[in-house]
Structures are given as structure tokens and as C-alpha cells.
């Protein structure tokens, strides 16, 4: 499915966004679904963040560094990714640094083993104690072999 960044309608941005607000200082997560045969976007599905609590999170961080999603979130996301009618598009989670980039650990957590574990886009959030600063949009380029941004929004306010 990589290619062309899917267009997130602005009602769905504005819900995401609203998201990674209400968990600030902790890190919000979820997914946008869609229609499985047609390259659109139509509602988000947002997660627990479970890395406060989780054993399978990333080691060290709490949920203001890392997110991870688990127990009925996880198994709904598998269950429609592999054969519901709107599967997940895009993964989406925020960094309350203030900052919207794929880091070290988000490639590896996407891709493990070299490619994505699940062909989806991903798009992070970047926002701080005063106000939602940026967001990005990444795909999965095949060249590169890692993660690449294809959208960016400038939010500030
Ligand atoms: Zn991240």
C-alpha cells in the first residue's frame, strides 16, 4: 500500500488532535480506519496508551516517551487488518516534545524486521503543554527501506 499519502479529512485530524490533547503529557495512540477496497479515510479508533502499565512496552520509558497498544486494542486491530471491511490505514500516536518525526524507535517498533509488520502509514503528532505545533505523515518507502515523511501540517495554535 505504499505510495501516495492517504488525504485525512480535516474532522478526522481535529479528532486526533483532541486526542493527543486530552493525554498530554502522556503519549495518545490509535488508528484511522477505511474502507479496504478504496483509498479513503473514514473514522479514528483510539487506543489505551499501555506502556505505563505493559510488559511488552518499550523498556525504560513511561508514557510520555513511548506508546504501545495491547489487549483488546491489539487483537480488534489485528482481527480488521487482516479481514474486516475497514481495516487500520494509518497508526497514529503524539510526541508531547512538540516535535512530529519518525524516530529510531518508531522505525523499529514499525518495522522490526526490516519491513513493516503491518502496511500502514503512520502519522504523529507533535504538541506541547500550550498549544498542537505540527503533525506528519510517513509511508513506508521502499527504496530507503525505512519510514519516510510524505505530509506535513503546521498547526500551531
Ligand atoms: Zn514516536
Known amino acids: ?9 480535516p474532522a478526522l485530524l481535529a479528532d486526533i488532535y483532541a486526542h493527543a490533547q486530552e493525554c498530554f503529557p502522556a503519549e495518545c495512540c490509535g488508528w484511522i480506519r477505511g474502507p479496504r477496497e478504496e483509498n ?7 487506543c ?3 506502556q505505563a502499565t ?5 523498556a525504560g520509558r513511561g508514557a510520555e516517551t513511548a506508546y504501545v497498544i495491547e ?15 475497514e481495516p487500520p490505514k494509518i497508526l497514529y500516536h503524539s ?11 518508531d522505525q523499529g517498533v514499525a518495522a522490526p524486521f526490516g519491513e513493516p509488520s503491518y ?6 503528532v507533535g504538541l506541547t503543554a500550550d498549544k498542537l505545533v505540527e503533525a506528519a505523515l510517513f509511508d513506508w518507502g521502499e527504496a530507503e ?8 501540517w503546521l498547526i500551531n495554535r
Open 1 to 9: 500500500m505504499s505510495g501516495k499519502p492517504l488525504s485525512i479529512a
Open 71 to 85: 489487549g483488546k486494542d491489539l487483537l480488534e486491530f489485528t482481527s480488521t487488518y487482516e479481514d474486516g471491511d
Open 40 to 46: 479513503e479515510l473514514t473514522a479514528v479508533r483510539r
Open 54 to 58: 505493559s510488559e511488552s512496552g518499550i
Open 145 to 152: 527501506e525505512k519510514y519516510i515523511e510524505v505530509a506535513r
Open 48 to 50: 489505551n496508551n499501555a
Open 119 to 124: 502496511w500502514v502509514q503512520h502519522l504523529v
Open 95 to 105: 510526541h508531547p516534545n512538540g516535535r512530529a518525526y519518525f524516530s529510531d524507535t
